[in-house]
């Protein structure tokens, strides 16, 4: 991300493992390769935090060059880790995707969100109504809404995706007669009851529904009944699914990032969760909030909706803009 002249040092902590999540998202986005990988892999969010920790702090203080900034990302409990290294090193971090808010404590990445925008020395926002909400908490000095760097991704990959797969060699769709599902968090698959309750509203949907399942709900999927029209795949890579999102018809997710190339793909999104941190997108039911309801996800799914979208995160140069301002600050 970092082109105006600075050397990055990657760590991958390795908290996602998969191949499709992994090895091969690398791959796509000829991301240079990390100094370490942690290999943390799936656990408990004490667990994975605390592993973190211990490697990030043993990785700064044994690197040969002095580490001037550390760069964070999004709420993940990666993010979380650094934060809570960084300070205590007296390097200052970067946050970038600050001040989301979902106003759901019982969320983990809230909690990291929140904690890392308070130990945050320069804070990169994806639009204006994050910059306000960190006012609001009184976090106002080097707040920078500069748009989202997914969105840098999506345009700058989305031509390369579409270039090199063809539908059909990933799906056997044709373009708009397919849905898509990803569904991950605790909360809507940890419970068999839930899960298959969310499952079920797919019955009552008139296309046939990809679901790409996340690792850790592969052995879930296995105690539920699956409705017909339901196509469990295994884990997309980042092109695959960028192909397969840009020509489908609606988009079903529990995910954050999702729901926004949703958007910028100009699809409708049915959130099955109850609250969302990308606020913006709620906008003319573009992005609409079902929870776990059988019943409002299959209402979502049948409303209409041709407001036009309108450009609600950036110009596609976030990532230039922050590189720039980090640049100009902490190296001029």
């Known amino acids: 991300m970092l082109n105006a002249g600075l050397e ?7 908290q996602h493992y998969d191949d499709k999540m992994s090895r091969i998202f690398w791959e796509e986005l000829n991301i240079p390769k990390p100094e370490i990988n942690l290999n943390i892999g799936s656990a408990s969010h004490g667990f994975q935090t605390a592993k973190m920790i211990e490697q990030i702090e043993k990785f700064i203080l044994g690197s040969e ?6 760069l964070l990302y999004g709420d993940t409990n990666s993010t979380l880790a650094g934060a809570i290294v960084a300070p ?19 969320m983990p990445e809230e909690i990291n969100r929140i904690i890392t925008d308070k130990v945050s020395d320069m804070l990169f926002c994806s639009s204006e109504k994050s910059v306000s909400l960190l006012e609001k908490e009184g976090i106002t000095k080097n707040v920078f809404n ?9 345009i700058s990959f989305g031509k390369t995706a579409e270039a090199k ?4 060699t990933i799906i056997p769709f044709d373009k708009g007669e397919y849905n898509i599902l990803t569904l991950h968090r605790p909360s809507n698959t940890d419970d068999t009851e839930i899960l298959q309750k969310i499952i079920s509203a797919f019955e009552k949907i008139d296309k046939p529904t990809i679901f790409p399942v996340h690792p850790r709900v592969k052995d879930k999927i296995k105690k539920i009944n699956l409705p017909k029209t339901l196509n469990v795949i295994s884990p997309l890579s980042y092109f695959e699914m960028i192909t397969v999102l840009k020509n489908c018809n ?7 990032g999702l729901q926004k190339e949703a958007y910028w793909a100009n699809k409708d999104c049915i959130t099955i969760r109850n609250e969302t941190e990308w606020i913006e997108t709620l906008e003319n039911n573009f992005n609409i909030l079902a929870g776990n309801d059988p019943d409002k996800i299959i209402d979502a799914y049948y409303k209409k909706n041709n407001a036009e ?12 803009k922050i590189a720039e301002i980090i640049k100009k600050i902490y190296f001029s």
Not at 165 to 168: I, V
């Open 250 to 256: 609606k988009i079903f997710t529990d995910s954050g």
């Open 165 to 168: 797969f063809k539908l059909k």
């Open 88 to 106: 205590k090193l007296h390097i200052p971090i970067v946050h970038v995707e600050a001040g989301l808010r979902s106003y759901n404590n019982k």
């Open 8 to 14: 990055e040092k990657i760590i991958h902590t390795g």
């Open 65 to 70: 060059k002095k580490i001037n900034t550390v």
């Open 146 to 154: 500069v748009g989202d760097v997914m969105q840098d991704a999506f």
């Open 309 to 320: 979208r309108t450009n609600l995160y950036g110009d596609g140069k976030a990532s230039e």
